[in-house]
Protein backbone atom coordinates (compact mmCIF):
# COMPACT_ATOMS: atom_id res chain seq x y z
CA UNK A 1 0.00 0.00 0.00
CA UNK A 2 1.21 3.86 -0.61
CA UNK A 3 2.06 5.75 2.53
CA UNK A 4 -0.78 7.72 3.73
CA UNK A 5 0.89 9.98 6.03
CA UNK A 6 4.11 10.74 3.89
CA UNK A 7 5.58 13.84 6.25
CA UNK A 8 6.64 12.74 9.86
CA UNK A 9 3.54 12.97 12.43
CA UNK A 10 4.48 15.27 15.72
CA UNK A 11 4.51 14.01 18.88
CA UNK A 12 2.49 15.63 21.50
CA UNK A 13 4.20 17.60 24.91
CA UNK A 14 2.19 19.20 27.06
CA UNK A 15 -0.25 19.80 24.39
CA UNK A 16 1.74 21.43 21.95
CA UNK A 17 3.50 19.60 18.87
CA UNK A 18 7.25 19.29 18.60
CA UNK A 19 9.58 16.54 16.50
CA UNK A 20 12.19 15.10 17.73
CA UNK A 21 16.06 14.78 16.84
CA UNK A 22 15.14 10.87 15.55
CA UNK A 23 12.31 9.25 13.94
CA UNK A 24 10.37 5.93 13.73
CA UNK A 25 9.03 4.40 10.39
CA UNK A 26 5.80 2.94 10.83
CA UNK A 27 5.09 -0.53 8.96
CA UNK A 28 1.52 -2.56 7.61
CA UNK A 29 2.24 -5.90 9.12
CA UNK A 30 0.90 -7.53 6.36
CA UNK A 31 3.88 -6.59 3.94
CA UNK A 32 5.78 -4.35 5.97
CA UNK A 33 5.34 -1.42 3.75
CA UNK A 34 5.88 1.79 5.74
CA UNK A 35 2.90 3.96 6.13
CA UNK A 36 4.34 6.89 7.94
CA UNK A 37 7.29 7.85 9.76
CA UNK A 38 6.58 9.75 13.50
CA UNK A 39 8.94 11.68 15.93
CA UNK A 40 10.46 10.12 18.62
CA UNK A 41 10.40 11.94 21.56
CA UNK A 42 13.64 12.66 23.80
CA UNK A 43 14.01 12.29 27.34
CA UNK A 44 14.00 15.69 27.89
CA UNK A 45 10.81 16.11 26.15
CA UNK A 46 9.36 13.06 27.87
CA UNK A 47 10.21 14.56 31.00
CA UNK A 48 8.57 17.76 30.01
CA UNK A 49 5.58 15.66 29.71
CA UNK A 50 5.33 13.94 32.62
CA UNK A 51 6.27 17.26 34.51
CA UNK A 52 3.50 19.30 32.68
CA UNK A 53 1.21 16.88 33.70
CA UNK A 54 1.52 16.67 37.47
CA UNK A 55 2.11 20.67 37.45
CA UNK A 56 -1.59 20.34 35.71
CA UNK A 57 -2.92 18.33 38.19
CA UNK A 58 -4.12 20.85 40.77
CA UNK A 59 -5.58 22.82 37.94
CA UNK A 60 -7.60 20.21 36.03
CA UNK A 61 -9.17 18.76 39.44
CA UNK A 62 -10.69 22.81 39.72
CA UNK A 63 -11.90 22.66 36.86
CA UNK A 64 -15.71 23.16 36.57
CA UNK A 65 -17.87 19.88 35.45
CA UNK A 66 -19.03 21.55 32.40
CA UNK A 67 -15.79 22.53 30.94
CA UNK A 68 -14.42 18.76 31.49
CA UNK A 69 -17.94 17.52 29.71
CA UNK A 70 -17.50 20.33 26.83
CA UNK A 71 -14.01 19.02 26.13
CA UNK A 72 -15.04 15.26 25.81
CA UNK A 73 -18.06 16.51 23.82
CA UNK A 74 -15.88 18.31 21.76
CA UNK A 75 -13.08 15.52 21.56
CA UNK A 76 -16.25 12.80 20.31
CA UNK A 77 -17.05 15.12 17.62
CA UNK A 78 -13.81 15.27 16.28
CA UNK A 79 -13.47 11.78 16.19
CA UNK A 80 -16.28 11.44 14.64
CA UNK A 81 -16.08 13.83 11.77
CA UNK A 82 -12.21 12.03 10.79
CA UNK A 83 -13.85 8.06 11.56
CA UNK A 84 -13.19 6.85 7.78
CA UNK A 85 -9.77 8.24 8.29
CA UNK A 86 -8.91 6.93 11.47
CA UNK A 87 -10.40 2.93 10.57
CA UNK A 88 -7.84 3.69 7.79
CA UNK A 89 -4.70 5.02 9.77
CA UNK A 90 -6.02 1.32 12.74
CA UNK A 91 -6.09 -1.09 9.55
CA UNK A 92 -2.26 0.76 8.49
CA UNK A 93 -0.99 0.47 11.23
CA UNK A 94 -2.36 -2.59 13.28
CA UNK A 95 -3.20 -4.71 10.56
CA UNK A 96 -6.75 -5.24 11.90
CA UNK A 97 -9.20 -5.59 9.45
CA UNK A 98 -10.77 -2.38 8.56
CA UNK A 99 -14.64 -3.59 9.37
CA UNK A 100 -13.22 -3.88 12.64
CA UNK A 101 -11.24 -0.57 12.77
CA UNK A 102 -14.56 0.87 11.77
CA UNK A 103 -16.10 -0.22 14.95
CA UNK A 104 -13.17 0.77 17.14
CA UNK A 105 -13.40 4.45 16.09
CA UNK A 106 -17.36 3.85 16.65
CA UNK A 107 -16.48 2.53 20.57
CA UNK A 108 -14.03 5.08 21.30
CA UNK A 109 -16.51 8.43 20.49
CA UNK A 110 -19.19 6.37 22.58
CA UNK A 111 -16.32 5.95 25.15
CA UNK A 112 -16.28 9.63 25.26
CA UNK A 113 -19.67 10.52 25.03
CA UNK A 114 -20.19 8.84 27.67
CA UNK A 115 -17.66 10.04 29.95
CA UNK A 116 -19.20 13.99 29.14
CA UNK A 117 -22.24 12.79 30.59
CA UNK A 118 -20.40 11.19 33.81
CA UNK A 119 -17.93 14.03 34.41
CA UNK A 120 -21.05 16.29 35.41
CA UNK A 121 -23.17 13.03 37.90
CA UNK A 122 -22.98 14.84 41.17
CA UNK A 123 -19.73 12.98 43.22
CA UNK A 124 -20.29 12.70 45.94
CA UNK A 125 -22.45 10.99 48.64
CA UNK A 126 -23.88 12.12 52.39
CA UNK A 127 -24.30 9.40 54.88
CA UNK A 128 -25.82 10.36 58.36
CA UNK A 129 -23.81 8.64 61.31
CA UNK A 130 -26.22 8.27 64.14
CA UNK A 131 -26.42 4.55 63.65
CA UNK A 132 -24.14 4.67 66.49
CA UNK A 133 -24.35 6.86 69.60
CA UNK A 134 -21.05 8.48 68.89
CA UNK A 135 -22.20 9.70 65.85
CA UNK A 136 -25.36 11.73 66.71
CA UNK A 137 -25.24 15.19 65.38
CA UNK A 138 -22.47 13.51 62.68
CA UNK A 139 -22.92 12.94 58.95
CA UNK A 140 -20.16 11.86 56.20
CA UNK A 141 -19.41 14.30 53.18
CA UNK A 142 -17.75 11.57 50.73
CA UNK A 143 -16.60 13.03 47.37
CA UNK A 144 -14.97 11.79 44.62
CA UNK A 145 -11.43 13.39 43.43
CA UNK A 146 -8.83 12.41 41.20
CA UNK A 147 -5.80 10.48 42.18
CA UNK A 148 -3.40 12.47 40.07
CA UNK A 149 -2.17 12.30 36.37
CA UNK A 150 -2.56 9.08 34.73
CA UNK A 151 -0.30 6.81 32.26
CA UNK A 152 -2.47 5.68 29.15
CA UNK A 153 0.13 2.63 27.67
CA UNK A 154 -1.53 1.81 23.99
CA UNK A 155 -1.28 -1.52 22.73
CA UNK A 156 -0.86 -2.24 18.99
CA UNK A 157 -3.46 -4.06 18.51
CA UNK A 158 -5.93 -1.89 19.87
CA UNK A 159 -4.66 1.53 18.87
CA UNK A 160 -7.33 4.13 19.22
CA UNK A 161 -9.54 2.29 21.56
CA UNK A 162 -7.64 1.86 24.79
CA UNK A 163 -6.12 5.85 24.04
CA UNK A 164 -9.68 7.09 23.45
CA UNK A 165 -10.95 4.97 26.33
CA UNK A 166 -7.73 6.51 28.85
CA UNK A 167 -8.60 9.80 28.06
CA UNK A 168 -12.34 9.50 27.90
CA UNK A 169 -11.97 8.38 32.01
CA UNK A 170 -9.06 10.92 32.84
CA UNK A 171 -10.69 13.75 31.89
CA UNK A 172 -13.81 13.20 33.32
CA UNK A 173 -12.51 12.67 36.45
CA UNK A 174 -10.21 15.70 36.26
CA UNK A 175 -6.96 14.25 35.69
CA UNK A 176 -4.11 14.98 32.79
CA UNK A 177 -3.37 12.15 31.05
CA UNK A 178 -0.01 11.27 28.93
CA UNK A 179 -0.70 8.71 26.34
CA UNK A 180 2.34 6.35 25.22
CA UNK A 181 1.28 4.79 22.16
CA UNK A 182 3.86 1.89 21.27
CA UNK A 183 5.89 3.00 18.70
CA UNK A 184 4.72 0.28 15.81
CA UNK A 185 1.18 1.47 16.20
CA UNK A 186 1.12 5.19 17.13
CA UNK A 187 -0.78 6.96 14.21
CA UNK A 188 -4.54 6.94 15.59
CA UNK A 189 -3.43 8.35 19.21
CA UNK A 190 -1.28 11.15 17.79
CA UNK A 191 -4.41 11.58 15.20
CA UNK A 192 -6.02 11.88 18.53
CA UNK A 193 -4.27 14.63 20.24
CA UNK A 194 -4.66 16.45 16.90
CA UNK A 195 -8.32 16.59 17.99
CA UNK A 196 -7.56 16.88 21.73
CA UNK A 197 -5.30 20.42 20.51
CA UNK A 198 -8.58 21.98 19.37
CA UNK A 199 -9.97 21.89 22.78
CA UNK A 200 -9.89 24.54 25.77
CA UNK A 201 -7.96 22.23 28.15
CA UNK A 202 -5.17 23.86 29.82
CA UNK A 203 -1.55 23.48 29.16
CA UNK A 204 -0.09 19.72 30.32
CA UNK A 205 -3.69 17.98 30.38
CA UNK A 206 -2.14 15.79 27.46
CA UNK A 207 0.45 14.31 26.06
CA UNK A 208 1.20 11.70 23.51
CA UNK A 209 4.51 10.26 23.25
CA UNK A 210 5.27 7.57 20.87
CA UNK A 211 7.92 4.84 22.75
CA UNK A 212 8.93 1.42 22.51
CA UNK A 213 7.31 -0.63 25.00
CA UNK A 214 9.95 -1.66 26.91
CA UNK A 215 10.67 2.20 27.43
CA UNK A 216 7.35 2.47 28.77
CA UNK A 217 7.54 -0.03 31.38
CA UNK A 218 11.15 0.67 32.27
CA UNK A 219 10.49 4.30 32.46
CA UNK A 220 7.05 6.13 32.50
CA UNK A 221 5.27 3.21 34.53
CA UNK A 222 7.79 3.43 37.33
CA UNK A 223 7.23 6.97 37.58
CA UNK A 224 6.27 8.01 40.94
CA UNK A 225 4.25 11.14 39.26
CA UNK A 226 1.60 9.16 38.21
CA UNK A 227 -1.32 8.36 39.86
CA UNK A 228 -2.56 5.39 37.59
CA UNK A 229 -1.79 3.61 34.52
CA UNK A 230 -4.04 2.07 32.49
CA UNK A 231 -3.23 -0.30 29.59
CA UNK A 232 -6.91 -1.65 28.28
CA UNK A 233 -8.22 -5.05 30.38
CA UNK A 234 -4.72 -6.56 31.09
CA UNK A 235 -5.19 -10.04 32.19
CA UNK A 236 -8.11 -10.72 31.57
CA UNK A 237 -9.47 -14.17 30.30
CA UNK A 238 -12.73 -14.81 28.31
CA UNK A 239 -14.51 -18.44 28.23
CA UNK A 240 -18.13 -19.68 27.11
CA UNK A 241 -19.82 -21.98 28.47
CA UNK A 242 -22.64 -23.94 26.18
CA UNK A 243 -25.68 -25.67 27.56
CA UNK A 244 -28.77 -25.79 26.33
CA UNK A 245 -28.99 -23.56 23.77
CA UNK A 246 -31.10 -24.05 20.88
CA UNK A 247 -29.60 -22.24 18.28
CA UNK A 248 -26.35 -23.54 18.17
CA UNK A 249 -24.92 -22.35 14.52
CA UNK A 250 -25.48 -18.57 16.24
CA UNK A 251 -23.91 -19.36 19.17
CA UNK A 252 -21.23 -20.93 16.46
CA UNK A 253 -20.85 -17.97 14.56
CA UNK A 254 -20.66 -15.48 17.96
CA UNK A 255 -18.11 -17.53 19.57
CA UNK A 256 -15.59 -17.80 16.31
CA UNK A 257 -16.22 -13.98 15.26
CA UNK A 258 -15.02 -13.30 19.10
CA UNK A 259 -11.89 -15.54 19.03
CA UNK A 260 -11.08 -14.49 15.92
CA UNK A 261 -11.58 -10.39 16.00
CA UNK A 262 -8.18 -8.44 16.19
CA UNK A 263 -6.94 -11.53 15.55
CA UNK A 264 -7.72 -12.68 18.77
CA UNK A 265 -5.12 -10.18 20.43
CA UNK A 266 -7.59 -8.57 22.12
CA UNK A 267 -8.26 -9.02 26.29
CA UNK A 268 -11.72 -9.64 25.57
CA UNK A 269 -11.54 -12.32 22.59
CA UNK A 270 -13.11 -15.76 23.93
CA UNK A 271 -10.10 -18.33 24.37
CA UNK A 272 -11.94 -21.72 25.87
CA UNK A 273 -15.42 -22.92 25.15
CA UNK A 274 -16.44 -26.23 27.63
CA UNK A 275 -20.07 -27.66 26.15
CA UNK A 276 -22.61 -29.64 27.34
CA UNK A 277 -21.54 -33.35 25.74
CA UNK A 278 -25.53 -33.58 25.48
CA UNK A 279 -25.23 -31.14 22.26
CA UNK A 280 -21.14 -31.41 22.03
CA UNK A 281 -21.15 -33.88 18.36
CA UNK A 282 -23.54 -31.22 16.38
CA UNK A 283 -21.98 -28.13 18.47
CA UNK A 284 -18.07 -28.46 17.58
CA UNK A 285 -18.64 -29.41 13.82
CA UNK A 286 -20.71 -26.54 13.46
CA UNK A 287 -17.84 -24.74 15.51
CA UNK A 288 -15.13 -25.86 13.29
CA UNK A 289 -16.35 -25.32 10.13
CA UNK A 290 -17.40 -21.64 11.17
CA UNK A 291 -13.97 -21.42 12.39
CA UNK A 292 -12.50 -22.40 9.24
CA UNK A 293 -14.65 -20.17 7.23
CA UNK A 294 -13.83 -17.11 8.75
CA UNK A 295 -12.61 -14.64 5.65
CA UNK A 296 -8.85 -13.91 5.67
CA UNK A 297 -6.65 -11.48 3.71
CA UNK A 298 -6.00 -7.80 2.95
CA UNK A 299 -7.11 -5.79 6.10
CA UNK A 300 -8.58 -3.35 3.97
CA UNK A 301 -10.91 -5.42 2.36
CA UNK A 302 -14.63 -5.13 3.64
CA UNK A 303 -15.26 -8.49 3.41
CA UNK A 304 -11.71 -9.39 5.26
CA UNK A 305 -12.27 -9.94 9.06
CA UNK A 306 -9.54 -11.97 10.34
CA UNK A 307 -5.74 -9.76 9.68
CA UNK A 308 -2.70 -10.46 10.52
CA UNK A 309 -0.96 -10.71 14.34
CA UNK A 310 -0.01 -6.88 14.44
CA UNK A 311 3.78 -8.03 15.33
CA UNK A 312 6.29 -10.83 14.44
CA UNK A 313 6.96 -11.65 17.86
CA UNK A 314 3.06 -12.38 18.83
CA UNK A 315 2.98 -14.56 15.26
CA UNK A 316 6.33 -16.30 16.41
CA UNK A 317 4.80 -16.90 20.14
CA UNK A 318 1.59 -17.89 18.79
CA UNK A 319 3.66 -20.77 16.83
CA UNK A 320 5.42 -21.69 19.33
CA UNK A 321 2.46 -22.44 21.54
CA UNK A 322 0.32 -24.18 18.93
CA UNK A 323 3.38 -26.25 18.35
CA UNK A 324 3.98 -27.11 22.09
CA UNK A 325 -0.35 -27.67 22.55
CA UNK A 326 -0.05 -30.20 19.73
CA UNK A 327 2.23 -32.22 20.62
CA UNK A 328 1.34 -32.55 24.20
CA UNK A 329 -2.28 -34.13 22.71
CA UNK A 330 -4.84 -31.36 21.59
CA UNK A 331 -6.24 -32.42 18.31
CA UNK A 332 -6.15 -29.93 15.45
CA UNK A 333 -9.78 -29.25 14.34
CA UNK A 334 -8.67 -26.68 12.01
CA UNK A 335 -6.35 -24.23 11.01
CA UNK A 336 -3.08 -23.50 11.71
CA UNK A 337 -0.31 -20.92 12.91
CA UNK A 338 -1.15 -18.87 9.92
CA UNK A 339 -5.01 -19.06 9.95
CA UNK A 340 -7.65 -18.66 12.32
CA UNK A 341 -7.29 -22.13 14.56
CA UNK A 342 -9.82 -24.61 16.51
CA UNK A 343 -8.10 -27.13 19.10
CA UNK A 344 -9.87 -29.79 21.10
CA UNK A 345 -8.86 -30.12 24.49
CA UNK A 346 -6.94 -31.02 26.79
CA UNK A 347 -4.44 -28.22 26.60
CA UNK A 348 -1.62 -27.55 29.57
CA UNK A 349 -1.91 -23.61 29.64
CA UNK A 350 -4.30 -20.51 28.13
CA UNK A 351 -3.96 -20.10 25.16
CA UNK A 352 -1.78 -17.37 24.10
CA UNK A 353 -3.24 -14.41 22.28
CA UNK A 354 -3.86 -14.98 18.74
CA UNK A 355 -7.05 -16.30 16.30
CA UNK A 356 -6.92 -19.64 18.34
CA UNK A 357 -9.85 -20.95 20.11
CA UNK A 358 -10.22 -24.38 22.20
CA UNK A 359 -12.99 -26.26 23.05
CA UNK A 360 -13.75 -29.43 25.51
CA UNK A 361 -15.88 -31.37 25.83
CA UNK A 362 -17.83 -31.67 29.90
CA UNK A 363 -20.00 -35.11 31.49
CA UNK A 364 -22.41 -32.30 32.48
CA UNK A 365 -22.91 -28.49 33.32
CA UNK A 366 -21.58 -28.83 36.70
CA UNK A 367 -18.29 -30.12 34.49
CA UNK A 368 -18.50 -27.60 31.84
CA UNK A 369 -18.86 -24.88 35.31
CA UNK A 370 -15.66 -26.55 36.55
CA UNK A 371 -13.72 -25.86 32.96
CA UNK A 372 -14.48 -22.47 32.28
CA UNK A 373 -11.74 -20.52 33.70
CA UNK A 374 -12.51 -16.54 32.56
CA UNK A 375 -12.72 -13.82 34.36
CA UNK A 376 -15.38 -12.82 32.49
CA UNK A 377 -17.50 -16.02 31.21
CA UNK A 378 -20.48 -16.23 28.72
CA UNK A 379 -23.10 -18.65 29.00
CA UNK A 380 -25.37 -19.61 26.46
CA UNK A 381 -28.54 -21.10 28.19
CA UNK A 382 -32.33 -20.82 28.34
CA UNK A 383 -32.82 -21.78 31.84
CA UNK A 384 -32.99 -19.14 34.32
CA UNK A 385 -32.01 -21.28 37.35
CA UNK A 386 -28.40 -22.46 35.03
CA UNK A 387 -27.98 -18.74 34.62
CA UNK A 388 -28.17 -17.74 38.25
CA UNK A 389 -26.24 -20.61 39.16
CA UNK A 390 -23.69 -19.47 37.02
CA UNK A 391 -23.31 -15.73 38.41
CA UNK A 392 -23.31 -17.58 41.84
CA UNK A 393 -20.76 -20.39 41.36
CA UNK A 394 -18.52 -19.16 38.67
CA UNK A 395 -15.72 -17.97 39.66
CA UNK A 396 -15.75 -14.56 37.02
CA UNK A 397 -15.30 -11.16 37.40
CA UNK A 398 -18.70 -10.99 35.08
CA UNK A 399 -21.25 -13.41 33.84
CA UNK A 400 -23.21 -12.59 30.49
CA UNK A 401 -26.05 -14.56 29.53
CA UNK A 402 -26.57 -15.82 26.16
CA UNK A 403 -24.23 -14.18 24.36
CA UNK A 404 -19.98 -14.11 24.35
CA UNK A 405 -18.86 -12.06 27.29
CA UNK A 406 -17.83 -9.11 25.43
CA UNK A 407 -20.21 -6.41 26.13
CA UNK A 408 -19.22 -4.06 29.00
CA UNK A 409 -22.10 -1.06 29.81
CA UNK A 410 -19.95 0.52 32.43
CA UNK A 411 -16.01 0.08 30.78
CA UNK A 412 -15.71 3.98 31.27
CA UNK A 413 -16.91 3.94 35.09
CA UNK A 414 -14.89 1.23 35.82
CA UNK A 415 -11.97 2.97 34.62
CA UNK A 416 -12.64 6.10 36.45
CA UNK A 417 -13.44 4.21 39.74
CA UNK A 418 -9.77 3.65 39.30
CA UNK A 419 -8.55 7.15 38.21
CA UNK A 420 -10.51 7.96 41.17
CA UNK A 421 -10.56 8.22 45.18
CA UNK A 422 -12.98 9.10 47.74
CA UNK A 423 -12.45 11.84 50.09
CA UNK A 424 -13.98 11.75 53.35
CA UNK A 425 -15.28 14.51 55.64
CA UNK A 426 -17.17 14.25 58.63
CA UNK A 427 -19.30 17.05 59.45
CA UNK A 428 -20.26 17.94 63.19
CA UNK A 429 -23.18 19.33 64.94
CA UNK A 430 -25.25 18.75 62.14
CA UNK A 431 -29.01 18.50 63.18
CA UNK A 432 -30.44 15.33 61.63
Known sequence: MDAITPQPRAAWIAGRAEHGASTFAVTHPCDDTEV???????????????????????????????????????????????????????????????????????????????????????????????????????????????????????????????????????????????????VRAPLAALALGEVLAETDLPEGAYSVLPIEAMKVTARLATDSRFAATYAGATGTTTAVVLAD??????????????????????????????????????????????????????PFDPAVSVGPMATAEAAARLAEWLEETTSNGAKLLTGSATEPTLLQGPVAAEPVPGPVLVVSVADSVDAAFGLAAGSRTGVFTRDVTLALRASAELAADAVVVGDVPTYRPDSVRATMREFGVERVTVLTGVPL
Open 36 to 182: ATVALPDDDQVERAVASAADAAPILRRAPAHARATALEDVARGLATRADELAELITAESGKPLRWAEVEVAHAVAALRSAAREATRADGELHRLDSDVAGEQRMELVRKRPRGPVLGAVPVHCPLGVAAHTVAAALAVGAPVVLAPD
Open 245 to 298: WPDLDGAAQRIAASATQEAGQGAHAVRTVAVDAAVADDFVAALTDTVRAQPTGD
